[in-house]
Protein backbone atom coordinates (compact mmCIF):
# COMPACT_ATOMS: atom_id res chain seq x y z
CA UNK A 1 0.00 0.00 0.00
CA UNK A 2 1.31 3.33 -0.95
CA UNK A 3 1.76 5.99 2.04
CA UNK A 4 -0.35 8.33 0.10
CA UNK A 5 -3.54 5.85 0.87
CA UNK A 6 -2.20 4.94 4.42
CA UNK A 7 -2.79 8.69 4.77
CA UNK A 8 -5.88 9.19 3.34
CA UNK A 9 -7.80 6.06 5.38
CA UNK A 10 -6.28 7.41 8.43
CA UNK A 11 -7.44 11.14 7.59
CA UNK A 12 -11.37 9.54 6.55
CA UNK A 13 -11.36 7.56 9.74
CA UNK A 14 -10.63 10.40 12.19
CA UNK A 15 -12.99 12.53 10.35
CA UNK A 16 -15.63 9.79 10.87
CA UNK A 17 -14.75 9.19 14.58
CA UNK A 18 -16.89 12.18 15.86
CA UNK A 19 -19.58 11.55 13.56
CA UNK A 20 -20.05 8.17 15.02
CA UNK A 21 -19.07 8.30 18.43
CA UNK A 22 -22.28 9.93 19.80
CA UNK A 23 -24.16 6.85 18.30
CA UNK A 24 -21.81 4.43 20.24
CA UNK A 25 -21.45 6.73 23.38
CA UNK A 26 -25.38 5.89 23.84
CA UNK A 27 -25.23 2.13 25.06
CA UNK A 28 -21.59 2.26 26.54
CA UNK A 29 -23.80 3.02 29.81
CA UNK A 30 -23.46 -0.58 32.15
CA UNK A 31 -25.84 -0.65 35.32
CA UNK A 32 -25.15 -3.59 37.26
CA UNK A 33 -27.60 -5.06 39.57
CA UNK A 34 -27.83 -8.16 41.98
CA UNK A 35 -30.45 -10.72 41.87
CA UNK A 36 -33.42 -9.83 43.95
CA UNK A 37 -31.87 -6.39 44.73
CA UNK A 38 -33.17 -2.68 43.42
CA UNK A 39 -30.91 -0.04 42.13
CA UNK A 40 -31.87 3.82 41.97
CA UNK A 41 -30.82 5.11 38.90
CA UNK A 42 -30.97 8.91 38.12
CA UNK A 43 -31.96 10.21 34.70
CA UNK A 44 -30.46 13.34 33.42
CA UNK A 45 -34.10 14.08 31.95
CA UNK A 46 -37.64 13.43 32.64
CA UNK A 47 -38.34 10.25 31.28
CA UNK A 48 -42.37 9.60 29.75
CA UNK A 49 -41.22 5.73 28.39
CA UNK A 50 -39.46 2.57 30.01
CA UNK A 51 -38.18 0.05 27.51
CA UNK A 52 -36.55 -3.01 29.02
CA UNK A 53 -35.65 -5.31 26.54
CA UNK A 54 -36.01 -8.22 28.70
CA UNK A 55 -38.64 -8.06 31.60
CA UNK A 56 -37.99 -11.60 32.96
CA UNK A 57 -34.23 -10.50 33.17
CA UNK A 58 -35.20 -6.70 34.67
CA UNK A 59 -37.53 -4.99 35.80
CA UNK A 60 -37.43 -1.03 36.06
CA UNK A 61 -40.25 1.76 37.96
CA UNK A 62 -40.37 5.20 37.84
CA UNK A 63 -39.99 6.49 40.86
CA UNK A 64 -40.43 10.06 40.05
CA UNK A 65 -39.62 11.85 36.57
CA UNK A 66 -36.16 11.20 36.93
CA UNK A 67 -35.74 8.66 38.80
CA UNK A 68 -35.90 4.58 38.14
CA UNK A 69 -36.15 1.75 40.11
CA UNK A 70 -34.11 -1.10 39.00
CA UNK A 71 -34.87 -4.66 39.83
CA UNK A 72 -32.66 -7.49 38.77
CA UNK A 73 -35.33 -10.64 38.01
CA UNK A 74 -32.89 -13.37 36.50
CA UNK A 75 -28.99 -13.86 35.60
CA UNK A 76 -28.15 -12.61 32.58
CA UNK A 77 -27.77 -9.36 30.25
CA UNK A 78 -30.67 -6.85 28.92
CA UNK A 79 -31.05 -3.10 27.34
CA UNK A 80 -32.69 -0.64 29.29
CA UNK A 81 -34.18 2.64 27.23
CA UNK A 82 -35.61 6.19 28.24
CA UNK A 83 -37.77 8.39 26.37
CA UNK A 84 -38.60 11.68 26.81
CA UNK A 85 -42.16 12.83 25.77
CA UNK A 86 -41.31 14.39 22.65
CA UNK A 87 -39.79 10.44 21.76
CA UNK A 88 -36.41 11.43 21.94
CA UNK A 89 -34.18 8.89 24.30
CA UNK A 90 -32.86 9.99 27.39
CA UNK A 91 -31.04 6.62 28.13
CA UNK A 92 -29.83 3.69 26.83
CA UNK A 93 -28.01 1.54 28.80
CA UNK A 94 -26.91 -1.68 29.48
CA UNK A 95 -28.41 -4.07 32.58
CA UNK A 96 -26.82 -6.85 33.57
CA UNK A 97 -27.94 -8.81 36.71
CA UNK A 98 -25.65 -10.45 38.63
CA UNK A 99 -25.15 -12.73 41.62
CA UNK A 100 -24.35 -11.36 44.80
CA UNK A 101 -21.20 -11.94 46.25
CA UNK A 102 -21.56 -10.62 49.62
CA UNK A 103 -22.25 -12.96 52.16
CA UNK A 104 -23.17 -15.59 49.99
CA UNK A 105 -21.42 -19.14 50.04
CA UNK A 106 -21.30 -21.70 47.50
CA UNK A 107 -21.10 -25.30 48.58
CA UNK A 108 -20.48 -27.90 45.69
CA UNK A 109 -21.65 -31.85 46.93
CA UNK A 110 -20.32 -33.28 43.78
CA UNK A 111 -22.61 -31.74 40.74
CA UNK A 112 -25.01 -29.98 42.93
CA UNK A 113 -24.75 -26.59 44.23
CA UNK A 114 -26.22 -25.22 47.32
CA UNK A 115 -26.55 -21.50 48.44
CA UNK A 116 -26.43 -20.44 51.63
CA UNK A 117 -26.53 -16.49 52.95
CA UNK A 118 -24.33 -15.61 55.93
CA UNK A 119 -24.90 -12.88 57.95
CA UNK A 120 -24.42 -13.41 60.53
CA UNK A 121 -24.95 -17.33 60.53
CA UNK A 122 -25.57 -19.43 57.94
CA UNK A 123 -28.81 -20.21 56.53
CA UNK A 124 -29.86 -21.83 53.13
CA UNK A 125 -31.00 -19.49 50.86
CA UNK A 126 -32.46 -20.52 46.96
CA UNK A 127 -30.61 -19.11 44.37
CA UNK A 128 -31.11 -20.09 40.51
CA UNK A 129 -28.70 -22.89 39.53
CA UNK A 130 -28.95 -24.36 42.93
CA UNK A 131 -29.65 -28.14 42.45
CA UNK A 132 -33.37 -28.69 42.27
CA UNK A 133 -34.65 -30.29 45.94
CA UNK A 134 -32.49 -27.13 47.43
CA UNK A 135 -34.07 -24.81 45.81
CA UNK A 136 -37.63 -25.99 45.64
CA UNK A 137 -37.10 -27.02 49.61
CA UNK A 138 -36.24 -23.27 50.37
CA UNK A 139 -39.16 -21.98 48.09
CA UNK A 140 -41.63 -24.45 49.38
CA UNK A 141 -40.44 -23.54 53.13
CA UNK A 142 -40.49 -19.59 52.72
CA UNK A 143 -44.08 -20.41 50.88
CA UNK A 144 -45.00 -21.84 53.47
CA UNK A 145 -43.84 -19.56 56.12
CA UNK A 146 -45.17 -16.16 54.53
CA UNK A 147 -48.74 -18.08 54.59
CA UNK A 148 -48.61 -19.39 57.62
CA UNK A 149 -50.32 -16.29 59.51
CA UNK A 150 -53.03 -15.89 57.23
CA UNK A 151 -54.82 -19.10 57.18
CA UNK A 152 -54.22 -20.54 60.52
CA UNK A 153 -56.01 -16.65 61.56
CA UNK A 154 -59.03 -17.53 59.25
CA UNK A 155 -59.29 -20.89 60.49
CA UNK A 156 -59.19 -19.90 64.19
CA UNK A 157 -61.41 -16.61 64.20
CA UNK A 158 -64.14 -19.16 62.29
CA UNK A 159 -63.84 -21.64 65.36
CA UNK A 160 -63.45 -25.03 63.33
CA UNK A 161 -60.95 -26.78 61.18
CA UNK A 162 -60.98 -28.43 57.61
CA UNK A 163 -61.86 -32.17 59.45
CA UNK A 164 -65.04 -30.47 61.37
CA UNK A 165 -63.30 -30.67 64.30
CA UNK A 166 -64.51 -27.75 66.73
CA UNK A 167 -62.43 -25.02 68.00
CA UNK A 168 -62.59 -22.72 70.54
CA UNK A 169 -62.34 -19.44 69.08
CA UNK A 170 -59.62 -16.83 70.65
CA UNK A 171 -60.66 -14.81 72.86
CA UNK A 172 -60.89 -10.71 72.09
CA UNK A 173 -58.50 -9.08 73.82
CA UNK A 174 -60.49 -5.70 73.99
Known amino acids: MSTR??????????????VLAPAAGLAADTV??????????????????????????????????????????A????NLIVLDEQGETVTDAQLAVVAASENLVTVYKGAKRLSLSCL?????????????????????QVSAHNGAGSSSMAT????????????????NSQ
Open 5 to 18: LVRSILLAVALAAP
Open 32 to 73: KVELDQARIYRLAAPASTIIIGNPAIADATLQDAQTLIVTGR
Open 75 to 78: YGQT
Open 120 to 140: PDCQPTAVPGDAPDHFSGILG
Open 156 to 171: ASTGSTSAGVSVPAPP
